[in-house]
C-alpha cells in the first residue's frame, strides 16, 4: 500500500539554525499538508499546498516557515531560524483530487531544537 | 470555526472491557469526521471515517463509531479491549471547504490493565 514517507525521523539542532524536513507524499495525490504536534499537546495544522502554492496557512506558519515541491516528489518544510518552541513532531499528509477527502499520514520528524 | 471536543483526556480500561471514547465537534455543514490513533513514538494511523451514509460506521482493529448529528457527537467504540489497543486517540473533523485541512481534538490517552 503506497504511504507518505517522512525524513529524518529525528532531527536535533541548535537554536537559530535552519532545518529543513522533507517528505514524499503518495505519488497520485494533489493536496500537500504539514501539521505539527507539540509534546503532550494536540496536532496543529501549519500550511496546506496545491498546484504549487500554499493554500492555507495556520497563524502559526509565519514568515519564519516556508514550504516548496522542489521536484515534484519531495515536499518539504523549512524553518529558518529555528527556536526552542518549534521543538514538536512534524507530520506531513497528502491527499487525493476530490473525495473522500482521506489525508494519509506520515509518521513524522522529531524536531528537537536546543 | 470547526472545533472537536474529547472530554477525556485519560481513560483505564481492564482488558476484555468494553471502551467508548467520547468526541463532540462544532462545525456549521455536514462534517466528515475521523478517528486516528497514534502509538508511542508513531504516526498517525487513521481507524475509521464518516463522510455520509449509515451513521454507525466500522474502522480497523475492531473499532466502530456512531455520528449523531443531534449530539454532534461521534463517538468511537470496541466491545473488548485487547492490550495492544493502549495508545492516544484523536477525533477529528475535516473543513468539507476549501482546502480541507484537518482539526484535531486534544486527544484521549487510553491505558488497558490486565
Known amino acids: 500500500e503506497p504511504e507518505v514517507t517522512q525524513t529524518p525521523s529525528h532531527q536535533v539542532t541548535q537554536m537559530g539554525q535552519e532545518v529543513i524536513l522533507r517528505c514524499v507524499p503518495i505519488?497520485?495525490?494533489?493536496?500537500f499538508y504539514w501539521y505539527r504536534q507539540i509534546l503532550g499537546q494536540k496536532v496543529e495544522f501549519l500550511v496546506s499546498?496545491?498546484?504549487?502554492?500554499?493554500?492555507?496557512k495556520s497563524e502559526i506558519f509565519d514568515d519564519q516557515f516556508s514550504v516548496e515541491r522542489p521536484d515534484g516528489s519531495n515536499f518539504t518544510l523549512k524553518i529558518r531560524s529555528t527556536k526552542l518552541e518549534d521543538s514538536a513532531m512534524y507530520f506531513c499528509?497528502?491527499?487525493?483530487?476530490?473525495?473522500?477527502?482521506?489525508?494519509?499520514f506520515g509518521p513524522g520528524t522529531r524536531l528537537t531544537v536546543t | 470555526a470547526q472545533s472537536v471536543t474529547q472530554p477525556d483526556i485519560h481513560i483505564t480500561v481492564s482488558e476484555g472491557a468494553s471502551l467508548e471514547l467520547r468526541c463532540n465537534y462544532s462545525?456549521?455543514?455536514?462534517?466528515?469526521l475521523f478517528w486516528y490513533v497514534q502509538s508511542p513514538g508513531q504516526g498517525l494511523q487513521l481507524l475509521l471515517k464518516?463522510?455520509?451514509?449509515?451513521?454507525l460506521v466500522q474502522g480497523i482493529k475492531g473499532f466502530e463509531a456512531e455520528f449523531k448529528r443531534s449530539q454532534s457527537s461521534f463517538n468511537l467504540r470496541k466491545p473488548s479491549v485487547h492490550w495492544s489497543d493502549a495508545a492516544e486517540y484523536f477525533c477529528?473533523?475535516?473543513?468539507?471547504?476549501?482546502?480541507?485541512?484537518?482539526?484535531f481534538g486534544i486527544g484521549t490517552k487510553l491505558q488497558v490493565i490486565p
Open positions: 499528509a497528502s491527499r487525493g483530487a476530490g473525495g473522500p477527502y482521506e489525508q494519509y
Open positions: 505519488s497520485n495525490h494533489l493536496y
Open positions: 499546498f496545491y498546484n504549487n502554492e500554499i493554500s492555507e
Open positions: 462545525y456549521g455543514a455536514t462534517p466528515y
Open positions: 464518516y463522510f455520509s451514509g449509515d451513521t
Open positions: 477529528a473533523v475535516v473543513d468539507s471547504g476549501g482546502y480541507q485541512k484537518v482539526t
